[in-house]
């Protein structure tokens, strides 16, 4: 079984101020991580993933997050955000021994961005 | 590439009344393909996993009757939530995976409301 820990249920930032979304899993077998954005009443939008090789992932609109296997983490940066960065943001675990991919999701964590 | 869509958006109905949501991979023929719910503020809850041809894995506490999915074709999966009642009003969210492809597709959602 996996689950996907992420520690803050909100996180308040005024804008170009850099910010941490932080992300801890636990799994018994190698997996794959993803990053998605929700915007309200909104379906998901994958924002960065991580399957294999390099552990520093990067989006186009900033974003970048590190897979650090010895902690279990894949926390999400970004060095100055945006008003328009204000969403809710999942973390999601799945199995990359798997066939279909079913993922795990934190429980998300608020992000907003104030003037 | 790889859009996902459902409809409806948005759907209000009676209490006691039958709702279908369809959600379609409009540009790739999905091998599998999953049914969450999501209430206010909180993540998004696997429901069931189908692939196309066969019967749904629903997960654990999902009432199979309530909660029917048929996935007749590579590209549409519904969703019908039979005889509502208000406790199922939510937004419901599908999501659709390729073969070696190891991400999730998401749709935008459907907000259903069981007045």
């Known amino acids: 079984a996996q689950s996907v820990t992420q520690l803050d249920s909100q996180v308040p930032v005024f804008e170009e101020a850099p910010v941490e979304l932080r992300c801890n899993y636990s799994s018994s077998v190698s997996v794959y991580l993803f990053w998605y954005v929700q915007y309200p009443n909104q379906g998901l939008q994958l924002l960065l993933k991580y399957l294999s090789g390099s552990t520093l992932v990067e989006s186009i609109n900033g974003f970048e997050a590190e897979f650090n296997k010895s902690q279990t983490s894949f926390h999400l940066r970004k060095p100055s955000v945006h008003i328009s960065d204000t969403a809710e943001y999942f973390c999601a675990v799945s199995d990359s021994g798997g066939s279909n991919y079913k993922l795990t999701f934190g429980k998300g964590t608020l992000l907003t961005v104030n003037p | 590439g790889a859009v996902v869509s459902q409809h409806p958006s948005r759907v209000i109905c009676k209490s006691g009344t039958s709702v279908k949501i369809e959600c379609r991979s409009l540009d790739f023929q999905a091998t599998t393909m999953f049914w969450y719910r999501q209430f206010p503020k909180q993540s998004l809850m696997l429901m069931a996993t189908s692939n196309e041809g066969s019967k749904a894995t629903y997960e654990q506490g999902v009432e199979k009757d309530k909660f029917l999915i048929n996935h007749a074709s590579l590209t549409l999966s519904t969703l019908t939530v039979t005889s509502a009642h208000p406790e199922d009003s939510s937004f419901y969210i599908c999501?659709?995976?390729?073969?070696?492809?190891?991400?999730?597709?998401f749709g935008p959602g459907t907000r259903l409301t069981v007045l």
């Open positions: 999501s659709a995976s390729l073969q070696l492809v190891s991400e999730q597709f």
